[in-house]
């Protein structure tokens, strides 16, 4: 049965600016879709011309998967934090998309807070955060974090300067719990962040004859959070082959789509002329994720557009 949540007790906390369309994307179990989800959804938005910032807070890293670029430690990142000072940014990963990367130096935040507690004078991790991003916020549309699925300290401090949170989910039991664990991190920043609100939840990897379980899972879920966030329509479905090639070739879906059609064409002309065809993909049809997350992307961007217009469902 859903469990329905519930606001922690209130305590005395000073409370911080939400940035405005900064959305976090978070979830308390990892392998859910977190992080593609994030590197497609601004990837679509910066296609469609809104200039995005991915920001990517997980210790992993693995938004460099997703967008292709080569994995960082994360110390510049990490210096960033620690100084207030301006981070290093990817320029022009994808035409109108920047990323800030992340990596394994992202581990030692949480002692760095625990060696700030007892100073009168030390910000938490979200005021680290927004000295780091609240500058650059002119120059983006729309600036995406992607969080771990374990750090605490990292998750809250993202929602405490967050206006919108997104959550990616899978349809199995431990996914589901973890959608409980993030909104209750959800409802411990809400007093400190009260212009944060649940954007929705993505259902992600749905398999396709399992139209049963995908209802079963929306009602769990919308009992769970009541009238706090919707269940977007779009769900991505579960085509491991085509997921495969985009994080093996560092493509976003609307590009592994294009680069496909191009391989099958490759691998015409060479059967044709006599030779060996080249290793080329896994799948042979990325279309459907690709126009899955296009329509997701209008979703979440429609969401948003409500939310500002006062619209706090």
């Given at each position: ?18 940035i ?26 910066a ?5 995005v ?41 994808r ?13 030692d ?13 030390a ?23 992607d969080?771990?699925?374990g ?26 719990d ?26 992600f990897?749905?398999g396709?004859?399992?139209m ?38 560092g ?32 799948s042979?049809?990325a ?27």
């Amino acid at each position: 049965m859903a469990r329905s949540l519930e606001a922690p007790a209130k305590q005395k906390i000073h409370q911080t600016k939400a940035i405005e369309r900064l959305v976090s994307f978070a979830n308390g179990k990892g392998g859910v879709g977190k992080t593609t989800t994030a590197a497609n959804v601004g990837g679509y938005a910066a296609l469609a011309g809104a200039r995005v910032l991915l920001v990517d807070l997980d210790p992993q890293g693995d938004l460099a998967r997703d967008l292709g670029y080569e994995r960082q430690s994360g110390q510049e990142l990490f210096n960033a934090l620690i100084a207030g000072t301006a981070p290093a940014i990817l320029k022009n990963i994808r035409e109108n998309l920047d990323v800030i990367p992340g990596g394994q130096a992202l581990e030692d935040i949480q002692g760095l807070m625990v060696s700030r507690a007892n100073r009168s004078d030390a910000g938490d991790f979200g005021d680290l955060l927004y000295a780091v991003l609240e500058p650059l916020a002119d120059d983006y549309d729309l600036i995406l974090v992607d969080t771990p699925p374990g750090e605490r300290t990292l998750v809250e401090g993202a929602f405490a300067i967050s206006s919108a949170v997104v959550i990616p989910t899978r349809s199995d039991e431990a996914s589901i719990d973890g959608v409980e664990r993030v909104a209750r991190r959800f409802l411990a920043v809400r007093d400190r962040n009260p212009a944060l609100q649940l954007a929705g939840v993505v259902l992600f990897g749905v398999g396709p004859r399992s139209m049963r379980l995908e209802r079963s899972v929306r009602e769990s879920l919308k009992e769970m959070l009541g009238s706090v966030a919707p269940v977007f329509d779009t769900r991505i479905r579960n085509l491991e082959s085509a997921s495969a090639d985009a994080r093996k070739k560092g493509l976003l879906f609307h590009e592994l789509e294009g680069a496909v059609t191009e391989a099958q064409k490759d691998r015409l002309r060479a059967l044709r002329s006599g030779q060996k065809p080249s290793d080329g993909f896994f799948s042979r049809n990325a279309a459907g994720l690709a126009e899955e997350f296009e329509q997701l992307t209008g979703e979440i961007l429609t969401r948003l557009n409500e939310i500002e217009g006062g619209d706090r469902r």
